[in-house]
């Protein structure tokens, strides 16, 4: 079956760097777009980048603009989130998602914690 396995989170600084990484398995891993998503306390999830399992083009909100990169490894199943120059604002449960078939899959989610 479909698995997701998010990892890589912590506690850091305001304006340091954590690099979060989403291992994939169950499903043909370079046919389906990959997303990271975050959610913080009190509020509702929300998408922070996408990317292309065939052309490695990507997107962003603007709010990481700059500051946050997406990348993906086909041969190892694996898409990661390199953040930089993080903020308290970025504090949040970072989730991974995927959606083979049309269906919703997530992985249990990686904690951040950015501290001023």
């Known amino acids: 079956q479909v698995q997701l396995v998010e990892s890589g989170g912590g506690l850091v600084q305001a304006g340091g760097s954590l690099r979060l990484a989403c291992a994939a398995s169950?499903?043909?891993?370079?046919?389906?777009?990959i997303s990271w998503y975050r959610q913080a306390p009190g509020k509702e999830r929300e998408l922070v980048a996408v990317?292309?399992?065939?052309?490695?083009?990507?997107f962003y909100v603007d709010s990481i603009k700059g500051r946050f990169t997406i990348s993906r490894d086909n041969g190892k199943n694996t898409v990661y989130l390199q953040m930089n120059s993080l903020k308290p604002e970025d504090t949040g449960v970072y989730y991974c998602?995927?959606?083979?078939?049309?269906?919703?899959?997530w992985g249990q989610g990686t904690q951040v914690t950015v501290s001023s």
């Open positions: 169950g499903f043909t891993f370079g046919r389906y777009l």
């Open positions: 990317i292309s399992p065939t052309t490695g083009g990507t």
């Open positions: 998602n995927t959606r083979p078939g049309g269906h919703d899959y």
